[in-house]
């Protein structure tokens, strides 16, 4: 492994990191770039699923009493079926197609929010949008590791305090992304040279994790808000431009 692909490893697991511990999601959107530009593929996408979980583990553990044990299987319910019907077509469904409408969608909730002059402030709960929040939610995460995309744009619907929001993302991606290690695993994806390629990364990905969960832990409630708003429309333009990237370059 050379120095400049080391280099490109650590930038990604600090960026990741970071984004990680301020959010409670967007290890993939942040660290990927720098993570494809240095290894193969599937070698990004599991390393992407592996510091998730890394990154996840400090973000949970710094709102662990906020969690709401009944509100989280309302989304996790769902999202175990969609995991296993998107795990089911993995081999027929267009992942490159389906990561441009989520960035579509990204780009539009994100910008339409963060040029609106009031933020949204959802007081009733709507089960059912939750539920199909949660299918979607495990769907993409077995097919592109997008979990959070979509649970993040409709919790910050929700006028909910920040530890609240942060409460249900983190378990939510954590349990998801879990699962997918584990199918990663059961079919012989993790070997010996992944490993090698976490060990580099993990220490700079906790080293970012944490001093994202610093700064979480000093923004406000609304600050919460607009910034998960905010992260939603930059990870809508990042995802778009990666896979207009990959598709040029492919042809």
Not at 7 to 36: E, S
Not at 72 to 95: K, Q
Not at 173 to 185: E, H, K, Q, R, T
Request: aromatic share 14%; proline share 4%; with cysteine.
């Amino acid at each position: 492994m050379s120095v400049d692909v080391v280099w490109l490893i650590i930038a990604g697991a600090l960026a990741g990191g970071f984004v990680n511990g301020l959010a409670g999601f967007g290890t993939g959107l942040f660290a990927l770039g720098w993570w494809l530009a240095a290894l193969p593929p599937l070698d990004a996408v599991i390393t992407v699923v592996i510091m998730s979980l890394v990154g996840g583990l400090q973000g949970l553990y710094a709102v662990r009493k906020a969690v709401d044990l009944p509100q989280l299987a309302r989304f996790i319910l769902p999202a175990l079926v969609g995991l296993g019907v998107g795990y089911a077509f993995l081999d027929t469904i267009n992942a490159a197609i389906l990561k441009f409408l989520v960035a579509f969608m990204l780009i539009l909730y994100g910008g339409y929010f963060t040029f609106s002059r009031k933020l949204p402030t959802l007081h009733k709960r709507y089960p059912v949008i939750d539920g199909w929040a949660g299918f979607v939610g495990g769907l993409l995460g077995v097919i592109s590791g997008l979990s959070g995309a979509v649970l993040t744009m409709w919790c910050s619907l929700y006028d909910w305090p920040k530890d609240e929001r942060r409460a249900l993302i983190q378990p939510f991606n954590m349990i998801v992304l879990g699962s997918v290690f584990a199918l990663m695993a059961w079919r012989g994806l993790i070997d010996a040279h992944i490993w090698f390629i976490a060990a580099v990364a993990f220490p700079f990905s906790v080293m970012g994790t944490q001093i994202g969960i610093f700064v979480f832990r000093r923004l406000t409630d609304r600050g919460f808000q607009q910034l998960l708003i905010w992260l939603i429309l930059v990870s809508g333009f990042m995802l778009a431009g990666r896979e207009l990237t990959a598709k040029i370059l492919t042809g």
